[in-house]
C-alpha cells in the first residue's frame, strides 16, 4: 500500500484566495482525521470521519474551514477565504477501528498564506 | 481537555549514550501511543500500550505505560543518529476517537 497520500506537499497563497487540501486513506481504513500542526499548538485535530460521514467537527477554528469526504477514497480540506494566521502542516491521517488503534499519517501540506 | 506534558522539551546527546523521555498526564488513558516525526514528514506511528504496567521493546527502543495509565516513558538504549526526530505521546480516552497528543521531544542524536 502507497500509506496517506496528500497534495499537494507545498502551497503558497495569497490572502483571501480558496486553498483546497486533498487527502487520499489507506484502502480498507474506516476513520479519517485531518490535523493541523504548528509550533505554538502542537497537532490539533479539526476534523474525523468514519465511513466517510463526518463525526466530529468541533476543531474546525472557523467557518472558513469545511471538509468533505464524497467517498472512501477521498477528503478535502477547504479554506476559503485564506488568512495567513492558517499557515501550517495540514496532516490527514487515516486509521483502522479508530484513533486509538493509531494513526497512519500522510506526508503533510505546508501551507503559507500571505 | 487532557494534557499530555513531555520532558524534556529538547535533548541533544552523543551517539552510543542512553535516555529516557516522559509523557505525563493527570486522566487516565485507555491506550497510549508513541510516533516518532523526521522533518518534512508525517508522524510515524511506533507502539500502542494498552494495560497498566505493559513494557514493549522494539529494538533499542523500550516504552512503559504507568501502573494507573496516566504516565508513560520512552528508553533509548545506545542512541545513534538515525533516531534524531520529534517523539510524540498520543493517548487515547473517553471512546477511542478522542486522542490528545504531547507536546513533544525533540531529539538530536550527535555522531
Known amino acids: 500500500d502507497a500509506g496517506v497520500i496528500q497534495s499537494p506537499r507545498h502551497e503558497v497563497t495569497e490572502m483571501g484566495q480558496e486553498v483546497t487540501l486533498r487527502c487520499k486513506p489507506i484502502?480498507?481504513?474506516?476513520?479519517l482525521f485531518w490535523y493541523r500542526q504548528t509550533m505554538m499548538r502542537g497537532l490539533e485535530l479539526l476534523i474525523y470521519?468514519?465511513?466517510?460521514?463526518?463525526?466530529?467537527d468541533s476543531g474546525m477554528p472557523e467557518d472558513r474551514f469545511s471538509a468533505k469526504m464524497p467517498n472512501a477514497s477521498f477528503s478535502t480540506l477547504k479554506i476559503q477565504p485564506s488568512e495567513p494566521r492558517d499557515s501550517a502542516v495540514y496532516f490527514c491521517?487515516?486509521?483502522?477501528?479508530?484513533?486509538?488503534?493509531?494513526?497512519?499519517f500522510g506526508s503533510g501540506t505546508r501551507l503559507t498564506v500571505v | 481537555t487532557q494534557l499530555l506534558e513531555q520532558s524534556p522539551q529538547f535533548l541533544s546527546i552523543q551517539e552510543g549514550e542512553n535516555l529516557t523521555v516522559y509523557c505525563n498526564s493527570s486522566s487516565v488513558f485507555s491506550s497510549l501511543q508513541w510516533y516518532r516525526q523526521e522533518p518534512g514528514e508525517g508522524p510515524v506511528l511506533l507502539v500502542t500500550?494498552?494495560?497498566?504496567?505493559e513494557v514493549k521493546k522494539l529494538k533499542r527502543l523500550t516504552f512503559q505505560f504507568g501502573d494507573a495509565r496516566k504516565d508513560s516513558s520512552l528508553h533509548i538504549t545506545a542512541a545513534q543518529p538515525g533516531d534524531t526526530g520529534l517523539y510524540l505521546c498520543a493517548g487515547a480516552a473517553g471512546g477511542y476517537q478522542k486522542v490528545t497528543f504531547g507536546t513533544g521531544t525533540k531529539l538530536q542524536v550527535i555522531p
Open positions: 484502502s480498507g481504513h474506516d476513520y
Open positions: 491521517a487515516s486509521s483502522l477501528g479508530g484513533a486509538g488503534y493509531g494513526y497512519t
Open positions: 500500550v494498552v494495560t497498566g504496567g
Open positions: 470521519f468514519n465511513n466517510n460521514v463526518p463525526i466530529d
